[in-house]
């Protein structure tokens, strides 16, 4: 629920709401989302596709330019369902000589009358809640098959499990796509980060990049999160949202990226965008972390 609805049903305001939902998270009785709150775990029923496409629409756009940045012409990539991936979809439509494989029938809509651009669709039964094709045919249509990258979404992350989402059908999908790729990016805004769903779909020793945006000043769990990532090795890219992107040691951000000034770039693994950030005990943004020591520290006070 949001934290107007809550306000509006018990009758006070969105600050004393914003007070108790903090004090409700501390015992364990709900898990504090952007703008809201949702029973603990993570671990209930799926938002449906109108519900989800809500839901922060201008974190995802960012994630989507930046992501699209990682795409070269001429590549093959399988691209998982979800409100994500399908902004993804509509940036990918300009790169030339590119090949969709896809689940998602909101992926293949978004490229249809992309002239440069092949999609090769799954088989498989159509789940109407994502506009997705699950089950064995979509599985079995992805055997054997072999791609540069993979983009997957979902509806959890943590650095314990990785990727997970409510669905078994769907889990068991993006597995199959997850075998096909070389390399698996996920893009996930800060509202899946420290969620944990029922079925995991990438652990987090299989994922090489991370590509979400900068959590709010008052969401430790997020930042926290973000750290135990870059810990395990996974790639991280912030989207900016607001700010314009520049450049970072003398290269230049993908699109939508937030310049990261005070931050050194870590050695590469691999072909990194600019302003990425990972290893071990020094991945997160200096002002992330500076930002949430000072929230600790006036909440003792």
């Given amino acids: 629920m949001s934290l107007r609805e809550l306000a509006r049903v018990v009758q006070t305001s969105e600050v004393t709401v914003r007070r108790d939902v903090r004090a409700l998270e501390a015992e364990g009785l709900l898990d504090r989302r952007h703008g809201g709150a949702v029973l603990p775990g993570g671990?209930?029923?799926?938002?449906?596709?109108?519900?989800?496409?809500?839901?922060?629409?201008?974190?995802?756009?960012a994630i989507a330019d930046v992501a699209a940045s990682l795409v070269e012409e001429g590549e093959a990539i399988v691209v998982g369902a979800g409100t994500t991936t399908q902004?993804?979809?509509?940036?990918?439509?300009?790169?030339?000589g590119l090949t969709v494989v896809t689940n998602s029938l909101l992926v293949a809509q978004a490229l249809a009358h992309a002239n440069r651009v092949e999609v090769v669709m799954t088989g498989g039964t159509l789940r109407g809640s994502n506009y997705?094709?699950?089950g064995s045919g979509a599985e079995q249509s992805l055997q054997g098959l072999r791609v540069s990258r993979a983009f997957l979404s979902g509806s959890g992350l943590?650095?314990?499990?990785?990727?997970?989402?409510?669905?078994?059908?769907?889990?068991?999908?993006?597995?199959?796509l997850v075998q096909a790729a070389a390399e698996v990016v996920v893009l996930a805004d800060h509202t899946?980060?420290?969620?944990?769903?029922?079925?995991?779909?990438?652990?987090?020793d299989v994922i090489t990049r991370l590509v979400t945006d900068e959590p709010?000043?008052?969401?430790?769990?997020?930042?926290?999160?973000?750290?135990?990532?870059?810990?395990?090795?996974?790639?991280?890219?912030?989207a900016g949202t607001g700010a314009a992107a520049g450049p970072v040691g003398g290269e230049?951000?993908?699109?939508?990226?937030?310049?990261?000034?005070?931050?050194?770039l870590p050695v590469q693994r691999g072909r990194m965008a600019a302003g990425q950030f990972r290893g071990p005990g020094g991945g997160m943004a200096a002002e992330t972390l500076e930002r949430t020591a000072r929230v600790a520290d006036m909440r003792r006070r």
């Fill in 43 to 61: 671990f209930t029923r799926e938002s449906g596709f109108p519900q989800k496409s809500h839901l922060a629409t201008a974190e995802k756009t």
């Fill in 87 to 96: 902004e993804l979809a509509r940036r990918l439509a300009r790169v030339p």
């Fill in 132 to 134: 997705a094709l699950v």
């Fill in 158 to 176: 943590t650095a314990e499990r990785g990727l997970s989402t409510s669905n078994m059908l769907s889990a068991s999908v993006d597995r199959a």
């Fill in 192 to 204: 899946k980060l420290g969620s944990d769903t029922m079925f995991q779909t990438v652990p987090t």
């Fill in 216 to 238: 709010p000043a008052h969401d430790e769990r997020a930042a926290t999160e973000l750290q135990a990532l870059a810990d395990q090795g996974v790639q991280i890219a912030v």
């Fill in 252 to 264: 230049q951000l993908p699109p939508g990226a937030r310049p990261r000034r005070d931050v050194p």
